[in-house]
C-alpha cells in the first residue's frame, strides 16, 4: 500500500509538470486569440484537479504509513 501511494505522487507530479507547460501554452494562446477563455479555464482547472490529487494521495500515504506503525505495533 505504501509503495502503491509513492508511485501515485511520482506520477502525480509528472502530471501536474505536464499540466503547467500545457497551462503555459494556453496561456499565449488566449493572449494570441487562439483559443478562448472557456479553453485557458479548462486547462487551469484540470491544474488545480490534479493538484488536488496530489494532496489526496500525500494524505493517504501518511494514513498507509501510520497504519503499517500499528500493524507492527509501533
Known amino acids: ?12 507530479i509528472e502530471i501536474i509538470d505536464i499540466r503547467k507547460k500545457v497551462l503555459k501554452a494556453a496561456e499565449s494562446q488566449l493572449k494570441n486569440g487562439v ?6 479555464i479548462t486547462e487551469l482547472t484540470n491544474l488545480y484537479e490534479d493538484e488536488n490529487t496530489l494532496s489526496t494521495h500525500k494524505i493517504q500515504l501518511l494514513l498507509a504509513k501510520e497504519n503499517y506503525k500499528i500493524i507492527k505495533g509501533q
Open 35 to 40: 483559443i478562448s477563455t472557456s479553453n485557458y
Open 1 to 12: 500500500e505504501i509503495n502503491k501511494r509513492e508511485n501515485f505522487i511520482t506520477s502525480d
